[in-house]
């Protein structure tokens, strides 16, 4: 019998990024910042909604949400991959491999959900403001997001079911940053096409649906900004959409290029930086996108640090 049908995998090896030992520091500082900058910056989010008055709406409570599933997924990411950097070829057992996949589908598909959520909120907001305060009350805004986190845990179960009807035999190398799907896959030494089906059918599911969702609201959306009169209407309405528009962009763009496009004549290293752009310097520019587009942050942000200066003055 050959060798390879009857080795189990217990160990899968990471290649990371082929990094010149030249400058291996260089990268380990830069993913340190940026894994040091996604986690205070969405924790100032979290924090800011969480104790000002003036953030407490659906918007800045689907906001704060989001900043924790950016939280959830950089950690998931970026330590082992700073550990990667360092140490090449690093080793992980298959079991934390299938765990730091289960949460990386977690938080991918939540996020693809919160995201179409919050388009519907501003789809209220701005289309149909006199039935807002009804429609997206505070019970309404933990049912969705609750739902959101729910079908993100459903869709692992799936995922967990198809991978236990699957034979991993090796070789026990993923030449990648992180344990995903295809590359999981690659390593089964059984026919994977039903899985490779579901994740096809899923992925339209969880990533074109939402996606067309959030077109279609954005189209009333414009529409209704293109009836406002003054100029300066416009930008004050359109500013209020403008950051989850920017994020929605690059977030479901490069989802769509990973999952649902062939990979034929696509290199390993352009699959790298794709999913790069999702899953390290997306959860990072979201706080950045929010805070820099939006007076509301700002202004809580210098309230937080006007009160901290006059507790220094008192003590």
Same mark, same amino acid.
């Given at each position: 019998? /050959?060798?390879?049908?009857?080795?189990?995998?217990?160990?899968?090896?990471?290649?990371?990024?082929?990094? #010149?030992?030249?400058?291996?520091?260089?990268?380990?500082?830069?993913?340190?910042?940026?894994?040091?900058?996604?986690?205070?910056?969405?924790?100032?989010?979290?924090?800011?909604?969480?104790?000002?008055?003036?953030?407490?709406?659906?918007?800045?409570? *689907?906001?704060?949400?989001?900043?924790?599933?950016?939280? =959830?997924?950089?950690?998931?990411?970026?330590?082992?991959?700073?550990?990667t950097v360092l140490v090449k070829?690093?080793?992980?057992?298959?079991?934390?491999?299938?765990?730091?996949?289960?949460?990386?589908?977690?938080?991918?598909?939540?996020?693809?959900?919160?995201?179409?959520?919050?388009?519907?909120?501003?789809?209220?907001?701005?289309?149909? #403001?006199?039935?807002?305060?009804?429609?997206?009350?505070?019970?309404?805004?933990? =049912?969705?997001?609750?739902?959101?986190?729910?079908?993100?845990?459903?869709? %692992?179960?799936?995922?967990?079911?198809?991978?236990? +009807?699957?034979?991993?035999?090796?070789?026990?190398?993923?030449?990648? *940053? *992180?344990? /995903?799907?295809?590359?999981?896959?690659?390593?089964?030494?059984?026919?994977?096409?039903?899985?490779?089906?579901?994740?096809?059918?899923?992925?339209?599911?969880?990533?074109?649906?939402?996606?067309?969702?959030?077109? %279609?609201?954005?189209?009333?959306?414009?529409?209704?900004?293109?009836? =406002?009169?003054?100029?300066?209407?416009?930008?004050?309405?359109?500013?209020?959409?403008?950051?989850?528009?920017? %994020?929605?962009? =690059?977030?479901?763009?490069?989802?769509?290029?990973?999952?649902?496009? #062939?990979?034929?004549?696509?290199?390993?290293?352009?699959?790298?930086?794709?999913?790069?752009?999702?899953?390290?310097?997306?959860?990072?520019?979201n706080p950045i996108i929010y805070s820099l587009? +939006?007076?509301?942050?700002?202004?809580?942000?210098?309230?937080?640090?006007?009160?901290?200066?006059?507790?220094?003055?008192? /003590?």
């Amino acid at each position: 019998m /050959d060798q390879r049908n009857v080795t189990r995998i217990t160990t899968i090896r990471l290649l990371g990024f082929q990094i #010149p030992q030249s400058i291996t520091f260089l990268v380990f500082y830069i993913f340190l910042m940026l894994y040091c900058v996604t986690i205070c910056g969405n924790l100032l989010i979290i924090t800011l909604v969480s104790y000002s008055k003036a953030l407490h709406s659906p918007m800045y409570f *689907f906001l704060s949400h989001l900043s924790v599933l950016d939280i =959830i997924l950089s950690t998931d990411i970026l330590p082992n991959m700073i550990r990667t950097v360092l140490v090449k070829n690093t080793t992980m057992s298959f079991s934390d491999c299938l765990a730091q996949f289960s949460f990386c589908v977690i938080t991918e598909c939540s996020e693809c959900l919160l995201l179409t959520v919050m388009s519907w909120d501003r789809y209220l907001a701005i289309c149909k #403001p006199l039935h807002y305060a009804l429609k997206m009350n505070y019970k309404v805004c933990w =049912i969705l997001v609750i739902l959101c986190w729910i079908t993100g845990l459903f869709l %692992v179960l799936i995922y967990t079911l198809t991978m236990s +009807n699957l034979e991993f035999c090796g070789p026990n190398i993923i030449d990648h *940053f *992180f344990c /995903d799907f295809d590359p999981i896959l690659q390593l089964s030494c059984t026919d994977t096409t039903i899985a490779r089906l579901e994740l096809t059918i899923l992925g339209v599911i969880v990533v074109i649906v939402p996606f067309f969702t959030i077109f %279609v609201s954005y189209s009333y959306i414009i529409v209704t900004i293109l009836k =406002i009169p003054s100029i300066t209407g416009r930008q004050k309405v359109f500013s209020t959409c403008s950051s989850h528009l920017t %994020v929605v962009s =690059i977030y479901y763009g490069t989802l769509v290029c990973v999952y649902l496009t #062939p990979n034929r004549g696509q290199t390993q290293t352009l699959n790298k930086l794709l999913s790069l752009l999702y899953t390290v310097v997306t959860p990072m520019i979201n706080p950045i996108i929010y805070s820099l587009r +939006n007076k509301d942050l700002k202004k809580a942000v210098k309230n937080v640090i006007k009160n901290l200066i006059i507790c220094f003055n008192k /003590d």
